[in-house]
Each structure stands twice: as structure tokens, then as C-alpha cells.
């Protein structure tokens, strides 16, 4: 039986070995994490991580061909195929600092592998890495092999997107695998390429040379992230002329060569991946003497970050210019529906907003526990990827933030309401109770495009929806933003 360890019990190790062990009975698979509360929710009924469809394939294969084990050196020992899934944070400190992937934990995994191995392996970067990280582990493993070991690294970037990963793993669009153009090399690729074709299509299998691989997870995150900034900016002048963002993105997803996708003009982009991964590629960039690549791709991060203060300006500016002792309803804070990730979540930044002029935030949301929202709210950026700069916070640190499991009581007696996240139940809400419970003028701010405004506003609510014409009371009120 071939063995698979994967180094990383989070979002992307999980599933992602559930899937394998899935479709691949044949294989052993088992995932290492030096965290025992986070293993122990693994082998548990309650997961630690939120995704639909991830607990029937857990259930379907656990202790079956599927195992959760804090005993990692034991594991990576035995492995025939090695992935390594650990954070690759940005660097909040010395050279690259704010910008460049913090690489530590990797080499930290790669020295373990190094140690403890007895037998020949391959080593897979599941993590997204910069271009010619496979070239450094390369080095330390084989500075620190004194036993004849072989080692083949190969670069197996993933491309799931939260809230759809199961899917995305079932019937991936492509799966992209790198290696060197050796001997071994080939023989590496062939080998994980056989695994992923228990299930997926021979013509969806890419392979690449190692730079290719590691390159294209950082280009196709930036792409993305692109299309929704492109959106953003434009809806932005849509508010100016009176232009609906709606009907141009509609318009522009027509053309073949452009598509639908990714053309939804909302409060931002978050997750992991855009902003970190794209703060990467900027690095890369400036240290190959770039800076005029390096400058377009920051463009992409600065206009997400003007969208966050956009929406928070419009807030303010409609409340007669100031929020202070007002409760504002926040419903969503995950970055996006269908999961319970927070990280670079737009609504810390809208709360932060906020919470600089005064407000009372009630927050809700279906999958974010009070905790994680007070623990994200209390870091500086980039923090979220570095447990050990976490400081614990006082209670009267978040006196003006409560947390609510009801949109109900979020929004009862609140001035106005904030549409932060694009979670189906926000479309099915009562809102003529909302509005019947609510402080006057009742003031409703879309952030995804996701509530029939003219609906609202037949009820009664004076409504901002990203991108729309504006409601006549707040082009009235409006200051420049």
C-alpha cells in the first residue's frame, strides 16, 4: 500500500487528503499536526474547519484509510509521499517585511523530513510558496542527508476555493504538478500523477517544470484578484454618473473572451490567499528588478483597500456624517458564505471603520464564533498567520462590540445595517420586521449586491447598494469621499 503523510491539518491538508483518501482506497493516508486540539477535532464529530460536503467524506474513509495523528515524525518516517500544507505567512518583520512569504515554517518541516527519513521520498509543496522555494528545500534536504536518502520535490499547488472545496476536489478544473526535468524528476511526477488519476481526468492533469508550478498558483490568485479589483474600481464610477455595476458587469461577462466570473462588485476581496499571495508576487517582483510590474500588481491590493474605506466613508457620510453611540447591525463576517474563515476578512476592516468613529457594532454571523470575531478584530494585519504575536485582549477592549446569534436581534433598535458577507439566509430575511424594529431614517448598506433595493426602499429604508444608482437621501447627504 503506497503511504501519504501531509504535513498541515488546515484548510487546504484537510480536505484535501479526505478527498485522496476518498477516491483512492488503495492509499494510506494520514494527517500530521502538531496541534492536539486541532487533531482532536479532526477525530471528532465537530471538524475544526467549516466546508460543505467535508464531513460526509471524513466519515466515509476516517480510521478506514484516512487517520489524524499528532505522532508526526512517525508518520513522515513511513510516508512513501511526503506533502507539506504548512502556513506560508507574510512576513511581519526584517527583510520583505509586509510583502514577502515568511518561509519558516516550511524549512522547519523540511529539516524534520531530512532527520527522520529512512527510505527515498518525494516531497510535495502543497503550501504556496514563492518561485524557487523548491530549490532551497532541495538544498536542505540535501545538506542534511547523510544517509543516501533521495529526495524529488514537486510542486502541487492547490486551487480550491473555500465554500466549494469539496466540489473543487472532486472535479478539479486542473490539477498543475512540477518537477525537475531529471530522471527522478519524471518519475515523481508520474508517480503523483497516478494517485490523482484514481479520479480525475488524464487531459486535466498538468505537468510543468518545478518554476512553472510554483508560479502559476501566485499568477492565478493575482488574476483573480484582479477581475474583482477591475469591478470594484469600476463601481466606484458607476455611483458618480449613475451607472448601475450590475448591468456593466453583465454587459462585459457577455464577451466570451472576458466571462461572467468574478465580475460581482462588493465591500472587497478576502481569504488567505488574494492579498498575501499578491504581496508575494509584488516582492518578487521589486528583488528581480521589477518595480514597474511590482507597481501594477500593488495597484490591485490598493484598490481593495479604498473599496473597505469607500464603504465605510458612505456609511458615515449617510448617518449625517457621524455613527457615534449608533448601533450598526454587521451581518457577515466570514469572507465569504458557505464558510467560517475570517482571515483578511472585509468586515475587520469595515468594523475597525467603524469603531474609529464610535459606533456600536452588533455583529452575527451563522459560522463565526464570538471569540474568532473578538480575536481578529484585536490583531494588527498580517497577524491572523503568526499565533505566536497574539496578545490576549481585555474586556474592555471591545466595550462598543457585542456578538449576536440572531439577524433579528442584531438589527433590532439599530440605525443601520451593514451586508458584510453574501450568506443566502440575508436574502430570506424579514425585512419589514427589521425595518418596524429599527431606529429612523433605518439605513441599509450592501456590500454584496446581494437585497432587492427597490424593495427596501419601498418599505421605508434608505438603502446604498455598491455600485447602484444612489438613493436620492444620500446623494443629498453625500460629502466627497
Not at 448601533?327 to 476592516?349: V, W
Not at 485582549?393 to 458577507?421: L, M, N, R
Not at 430570506?428 to 432587492?452: C, E, H, S, T
Request: hydrophobic content about 40%; some cysteine; aromatic content about 8%.
Amino acid at each position: 500500500m503506497v503511504k501519504i503523510c501531509c504535513i498541515g491539518a488546515g484548510y487546504v491538508g484537510g480536505p484535501t487528503m479526505a478527498m485522496i483518501a476518498l477516491k483512492c482506497p488503495d492509499i494510506q493516508v494520514v494527517v500530521v499536526d502538531i496541534s492536539k486540539p486541532r487533531i482532536a477535532a479532526w477525530n471528532s464529530a465537530d471538524l475544526p474547519i467549516y466546508e460543505p460536503g467535508l464531513d460526509e467524506v471524513v466519515k466515509a474513509c476516517r480510521d478506514k484509510n484516512l487517520f489524524f495523528s499528532t505522532d508526526v515524525e512517525k508518520h513522515v518516517a513511513e510516508a512513501d509521499i511526503v506533502f507539506v500544507s504548512v502556513n506560508t505567512p507574510t512576513k511581519t518583520r526584517g527583510l520583505g517585511a509586509g510583502k514577502a512569504a515568511d518561509l519558516t515554517y516550511w524549512e522547519s518541516a523540511a529539516r524534520m523530513i531530512a532527520d527522520v527519513s529512512k527510505s527515498d521520498k518525494i516531497v510535495v509543496e502543497k503550501s504556496t510558496v514563492p518561485v524557487k522555494t523548491a530549490e532551497a528545500i532541495e538544498k536542505i534536504l540535501t545538506h542534511n542527508n547523510d544517509k543516501g536518502i533521495n529526495f524529488q520535490i514537486l510542486s502541487n499547488p492547490e486551487f480550491l476555493a473555500e465554500g466549494t472545496a469539496i466540489e473543487d476536489l472532486a472535479k478539479p478544473d486542473r490539477v498543475l504538478i512540477g518537477g525537475r526535468e531529471t530522471p527522478g524528476g519524471r518519475k515523481a511526477v508520474e508517480a503523483l500523477k497516478a494517485v490523482y488519476a484514481h479520479w480525475v481526468p488524464e487531459d486535466r492533469i498538468l505537468t510543468t517544470n518545478l518554476w512553472s508550478a510554483e508560479l502559476s498558483k501566485l499568477a492565478a490568485n493575482a488574476f483573480l484578484a484582479q477581475r474583482i479589483s477591475s469591478i470594484n474600481a469600476m463601481s466606484a464610477l458607476c455611483e458618480s454618473t449613475g451607472a448601475n455595476v450590475s448591468e456593466v458587469a453583465y454587459a462585459v461577462g457577455k464577451d466570451s473572451r472576458i466571462g461572467p466570473k468574478f465580475l460581482n462588485a462588493s465591500v472587497g476581496f478576502g481569504g488567505s490567499c488574494f492579498q498575501k499571495d499578491i504581496l508575494n508576487l509584488v516582492y518578487i517582483c521589486e528583488c528581480n528588478g521589477l518595480p514597474e510590474v511590482a507597481n501594477y500588481w500593488k495597484q490591485v491590493v490598493q484598490i481593495n483597500d479604498y473599496q473597505k474605506t469607500r464603504f465605510v466613508k458612505r456609511v458615515v457620510s449617510s448617518m449625517f456624517n457621524t455613527v457615534s453611540g449608533k448601533k450598526i447591525a454587521i451581518l457577515g463576517f466570514a469572507f465569504k458564505k458557505d464558510t467560517g474563515d475570517t482571515r483578511e476578512t472585509p468586515a475587520i476592516d469595515v468594523c475597525h471603520g467603524l469603531l474609529g468613529d464610535k459606533a456600536l457594532l452588533s455583529i452575527y454571523d451563522p459560522q463565526v464564533t464570538e471569540d474568532q470575531m473578538k480575536r481578529d478584530l484585536a490583531m494588527n494585519k498580517f497577524d491572523w498567520d503568526h499565533p505566536q504575536h497574539l496578545q490576549p485582549q481585555s474586556p474592555t477592549a471591545f466595550k462598543q462590540v457585542s456578538v449576536v446569534w440572531d439577524a433579528y436581534e442584531a438589527t433590532k433598535d439599530a440605525h443601520g445595517v451593514c451586508i458584510i458577507t453574501e450568506w443566502d439566509e440575508f436574502k430570506k430575511l424579514d425585512y419589514q420586521r427589521i425595518y418596524d424594529n429599527m431606529q429612523k431614517p433605518a439605513f441599509i448598506f450592501d456590500g454584496r449586491n446581494v437585497l432587492d433595493v427597490e424593495a427596501l426602499r419601498k418599505i421605508g429604508f434608505v438603502v446604498y447598494s455598491i455600485g447602484k444608482p444612489l438613493d436620492p437621501w444620500v446623494k443629498d447627504l453625500q460629502v466627497s469621499i
